[in-house]
Nanobody
Framework: QLQLVESGGGLVQPGGSLKLSCAAS????????IGWFRQAPGKEREGVSC???????KYADSVKGRFTISRDNAKNTVSLQMNNLKPEDTAVYYC???????????????????WGQGTQVTVSS
């Protein structure tokens, strides 16, 4: 059974950094696209970043230059390094898997069928 588990969320001051991890069981992450999404209170879920099985990456404009997605095949994890965090980055962050065979991942949540339980990120002074 495929399972995704996020970790690494927490409370950080504006300008600070956090690193989120998405660990998988039941399959190997390097064969699927993995996306990071977030949902703030009262807002729709939005795509933040994704990494394809070929390691191509994509970022939302709001996080470009601040967030970096990467894959560690040995640990079967995908990480999201978040730097220069802003209060508007506050949300529950989810990782998700797209098991279709695609050349490049996308940031639409409709393409992702397997989801983790989420981890809270709060950016506040």
């Amino acid at each position: 059974q495929l399972q995704l588990v996020e970790s690494g969320g927490g409370l950080v001051q504006p300008g600070g950094s956090l690193k989120l991890s998405c660990a998988a069981s039941g399959f190997t992450l390097d064969r699927v696209a993995i996306g990071w999404f977030r949902q703030a209170p009262g807002k729709e879920r939005e795509g933040v970043s994704c990494i394809s099985s070929g390691s191509g990456t994509k970022y939302a404009d709001s996080v470009k230059g601040r967030f970096t997605i990467s894959r560690d095949n040995a640990k079967n994890t995908v990480s999201l390094q978040m730097n220069n965090l802003k209060p508007e980055d506050t949300a529950v962050y989810y990782c998700a898997a797209d098991r279709r065979i695609v050349l490049m991942c996308g940031l639409s949540d409709r393409a992702f069928g397997d989801w983790g339980q989420g981890t809270q990120v709060t950016v506040s002074s």
